[in-house]
């Protein structure tokens, strides 16, 4: 995988550093194929590599209990910037910075952003390094460039799955936002948080293209599944069970409101919030999802009932207006 | 779902014994359908009810971590007798035995046995207490009926998932086993364990049947993944994340041997073995579960390469023989 900085030194020397005698490697789903190959190169310091193979998509899913129940002195956790505070393990983040040169996508997305002057950069861990220089291209095509930094991400102008608030604080002021990296996912979380215009610039298939169609297919589809979720009696609260997606009270405050609107609120707890899982519960006819408010959203077609994120069930009750939910974006917690 | 008794009054007077107030639900994928019906239960005695769901197999699969994580004073665990001796969070083990009446398919599973004279009798959980009445109906059709206790399970003649020891143990004293209870699963294990006909009373269907064919095909199958992972070069060894699927020391010495033939080996830890964990890792040719012998047997067809059990893997290194492995039964551990 030669797109990626796995930093096999550095691992190496922080292995050594803590004296570490048993490691846990943590990939998320893309780069889990290098495993392998990053264990052998963990054995040479003399430490026990073990992988991790369970899903993960993101720092919030941070692999603590597997951790301690392996007895593993530190946890090397790959593709994500650090987002929890404490970690009963010691862990390593190590952010895969991608190597490919984003010239040619950034080109592509020029004649894209003609309509705009002013424009929101954005982008991932594994391309924050690009900004500056792709902040130039743009200026040198006589844009104004603006990159928002609010301080709760590790990087100005980076985004993950579930918080976008470096480009909503400078909503206001830019047109159109251009995110850097691979693929619709994060872009599309930018396009939905925002309501703006939202150009990709792919370096890996060197590609630029707006997600525009996406994110109002996917505002009608939340839409439907408000409606939908308005005539259900029966819901299922999901409480996250990963390390960074518990929010118990926020649960138990969801519960309530649907139990006073004498609807039935029933708690579910669990690692991995999937289609398989909700089927098992066929008499419940919506969930609200306090875990990851992403997920549900991007594969909402592949669920049999609605799954809302807070703010939808906020809608539900009557307690929040859709174009109030619009205006804050869907990704608000 | 009437086939079964839930318990509900003991499952409150428990509750109410503990003076629990925050109680984890933990029910096996065929009853989690009932599953908001017993949390409204569980809600009147005051504790708040969370449901896990997360899949579930077995009382290996004790929801503790989340059990934890959540803060709840206890797990009532459904459809599986107590396996973990030691528990951090109280558990109460609802074994959801079934009310269905067994006659009509024992009757209909004489004519299957009439080959054989001595019958040994085995069943799940779910049934022990029709094991003295299916007897006297084989005694009265003039069989003798063997029942054994190794008493590593809760209950004479009962199977689990990977433990089919009370039916191994009276091997060389029947011709035949008798298995009471829903479905192929169990039966196909005291098939594959003993290598004896079994014949299937399926109270659910009130049907009888053999699985002889279904035993031979899946022996068949372990055969070529055998030779498939001969010529493998590098393995996964998995360890289960699950607290009665931990076999750390066994996952170590399997590493360790096949290093020692010059193999590649990576220690993959996991909570749920899924042929789509697997397929995150296309540089392994085969994998060896420590984690839960049943499911790779079960699924194999769903997985890319081989996935072997302890065993089948002491074949593979040559440190057993194929008859070997058959004499001791594929669920050996």
Redo the contacts between chains.
Sequence with gaps: MKNFDFEEERVKQEILKLGAKRV?LQLP?GL??E???L??IIEKTGA????????CYGACDLAT??AE??GVDMIIHYGHAKLLKHAPVPAVYVEARATVNVNEAIEKALPLLRKWQKIGLTTTVQHVQTLDAVRETLVRAGKTVIIGDTGRLGYPGQVIGCDYTNAKSILKDVEAFLFVGGGRFHALGVALSTSKPTIVADPYNNQAFSVADDAERIIRQRWRSIEEAEKAR?F?I??G?KPGQ?N?EQALQIRQKFEEKGK?A???????VTPE??M?????EAYVNTACLRLSVEDAQRYRVPVLSKNEALVVVGEMSWEELCRKGLFEN
């Design positions: 846990l789903e889990k194929p495993a392998p190959r264990a052998k026990l590599p073990i992988v991790s193979a369970d899903p209990e597997a129940s392996l029966s299922g999901l409480i069970l518990k118990m039935t029933c708690l579910l707890a669990l690692k991995e899982a909700l098992e519960f066929p008499t419940i």
